[in-house]
């Protein structure tokens, strides 16, 4: 069961009655019994390791929460300022223990789950035999999202920046929100806990907005990111050496859209169906290929992942015993640029887990190292990027912002055609094509044609790309396009209501052998 | 006090200086690098230690947000 599938609409209509007819004070069962039937009927997913990060989680926030009042009842019987910094010590000591043992634990899981389907071969080749119960592990579905989110509440409650949750349910619904379980955006339970426990009373105006956002993003989906595919597909499954350098190029800008309408589409529909409800998700995407560099780019693209990453991760580590004796090792050896150094170990840290967390080869690993070195040479060269400018005479304007953003996008091109290409053997082909062979002409000839989309898709995608481009420059701009819309005069109103249903009814990419249901970051 | 941090907030950031919006960190007025920086040099000026759990948005929103962080751990 898919966000597009009539079985989702129908569990989404249901949920939606029971929600606002029900007495308030049962809305947030509601929201549970929904995903929990999405979550094992919808998705066939496999419960027990979420119940089982559910209990975990449950029980270190207990122990936390525990622990926590323990150490403000002793402080207050403690008199000298030495005896309470012990104190807090030493109970802050049994705190990072059971948080890591926790975070071990289900890190583990994670790690077990994602590595054993590639674990398998290499088993079997080195012990000659088969692997056994290994053969038939299956990742559950959204245990990359619900794991990391698990953790930051665990993260978080530790550190006292959100309550300790003492209903074991309410762990469950945070965990396995129905419009969010899969691909997030990644919640943070101060800011759900407190949607949740609200009573909720309808309004026209939400619903609406709710819907014309999942509307949105299916037609995101549908109408832009699978048609995109079809194309990406065929050239990028075509025998490489084949295919022009040109015709690649076209295929991996195709990929960069594809991947944003994909991932931005499911997100639109996710945080449409949960504001049916009242309930507000995080934003994980500002319009990120405005961006004029790439740490910029990564501040506007699944805008949760890196900011858990940054605060469990580049905080965690640069604040810790450890990343402080680094930096003050590094300073006062190399002074200003030894201070950088521990940010810079921090920065390939993110970047290197960010890779593992997306996918399980080594185009992922490479993939991540390489942001982790472009973002680490920004830091160290911003200073002479300044003084190269001055010398250069460069005056900030509207085309100096265009050549950034056109190096933005330069840097992500180059990055995606990793992690698109079947293998590396297969990426070194597509770099070496765009020197080699880069053959502008194929484009303007029939070989443009022969990979899945004929002349008149092409006309479509150019005109649903520049139906995205304006309502994204109108966003940017820092108006709400439905708020925008809904001040409209009636019938342009419902002009633009009626055009985008009717494009994404006639022109979305259903069925026939190629399937819309899944969505790419599904898999990560 | 404050004329320190705002010392060091010009250092490493001006635009920190005369911000008013929500969040400057949401905002990318201030990043996670400047943060670093401006907390190692908050730590070495008033000889204090911030904790990670303090290095959230909520408490970089702006400059007056920072100084309250400051003043906080003072006087504990």
């Given amino acids: 069961m898919q966000f597009t599938s009539y079985a989702f609409i129908i569990l989404w209509m249901f949920a939606f009655a029971l929600y606002y007819l029900l007495p308030k004070k049962m809305q947030w069962y509601v929201l549970l019994i929904a995903s929990v039937l999405f979550y094992v009927i919808g998705l066939k997913g496999f419960p027990l390791n979420l119940l089982l990060t559910g209990i975990t989680t449950y029980c270190c926030g207990l122990y936390l929460k525990r622990n926590l009042t323990g150490e403000k009842d002793e402080l207050i019987r403690c008199g000298d300022k030495e005896s309470k910094k012990a104190l807090k010590a030493a109970f802050q000591k049994k705190r990072k223990r059971v948080q890591i043992i926790y975070i071990v634990f289900n890190l583990g899981l994670l790690v077990f789950y994602k590595y054993a389907v590639i674990a398998v071969p290499v088993i079997e080749r080195m012990t000659g035999s088969r692997a056994g119960f290994l053969e038939n592990v299956m990742m559950p579905l959204g245990i990359s999202f619900y794991t990391l989110t698990a953790i930051s509440y665990v993260i978080d409650a530790g550190r006292e920046n959100c309550e300790v949750e003492t209903g074991f349910l309410k762990i469950i619904l945070f965990l396995s929100y129905f419009p969010s379980v899969t691909q997030g955006p990644f919640n943070r339970f101060a800011q759900m806990k407190e949607q949740f426990e609200k009573e909720h009373v309808f309004r026209y105006d939400r619903m609406l907005f709710g819907i014309q956002r999942f509307v949105w993003g299916a037609f995101k989906k549908m109408v832009i990111a699978d048609r995109l595919g079809i194309f990406v597909d065929g050239v990028y499954g075509a025998e490489s050496s084949a295919v022009a350098g040109s015709i690649f190029i076209c295929a991996t800008v195709f990929y960069m859209l594809q991947l944003y309408a994909d991932f931005s589409g499911y997100i639109d529909m996710a945080a449409g169906i949960s504001e049916t409800f009242d309930i507000v998700l995080p934003d994980n995407f500002k319009r990120p290929y405005f961006s004029k560099s790439v740490a910029e780019f990564w501040r506007r693209w699944h805008i949760t992942l890196g900011t858990w990453f940054k605060d469990y991760v580049m905080f965690s580590f640069v604040m810790s015993g450890m990343g402080r004796k680094i930096t003050k090792a590094c300073k006062n050896k190399w002074n200003d640029i030894g201070r950088q150094i521990t940010p810079i170990i921090g920065t390939m840290l993110v970047w290197f887990f960010t890779g593992i967390w997306h996918g399980r080869t080594v185009s992922y690993m490479l993939w991540g190292v390489y942001y982790g070195v472009i973002m680490s040479l920004s830091l160290i060269l911003e200073p002479s990027f300044g003084v190269w400018k001055e010398k250069l005479h460069i005056r900030d304007g509207k085309v100096w912002s265009f050549v950034r953003m056109a190096r933005t996008w330069l840097i992500v091109f180059l990055a995606d055609v990793l992690i698109r290409s079947e293998s590396l053997a297969q990426a070194g082909k597509v770099y070496g094509s765009f020197v080699t062979r880069l053959n502008i002409r194929g484009l303007f000839s029939s070989e443009l044609t022969s990979y899945g989309l004929n002349k008149y898709e092409f006309v479509l995608l150019f005109v649903v790309l520049l139906i995205w481009l304006a309502v994204s420059l109108t966003e940017e701009r820092g108006e709400d396009v439905r708020i925008y819309l809904s001040q409209r005069p009636v019938i342009v109103r419902w002009v633009c209501y009626y055009g985008i249903v009717v494009l994404l009814l006639i022109t979305g990419i259903y069925g026939g052998g190629y399937d819309t249901a899944v969505f790419m970051y599904q898999s990560f | ?76």
């Fill in chain 2, 1 to 76: 006090m404050e004329e320190k941090i705002l010392e060091i907030l010009e250092e490493h950031c001006e635009e920190a200086l005369d911000y008013n919006g929500e969040s400057m960190m949401e905002d990318g007025i201030i990043d996670s690098f400047t943060v670093i920086n401006v907390i190692s040099d908050i730590e070495d000026e008033f000889d204090i230690e911030i904790d990670a759990k303090y290095v959230v948005a909520e408490n970089f929103k702006n400059k007056e947000a920072i100084i309250a962080l400051v003043r906080k751990l003072l006087e504990e």
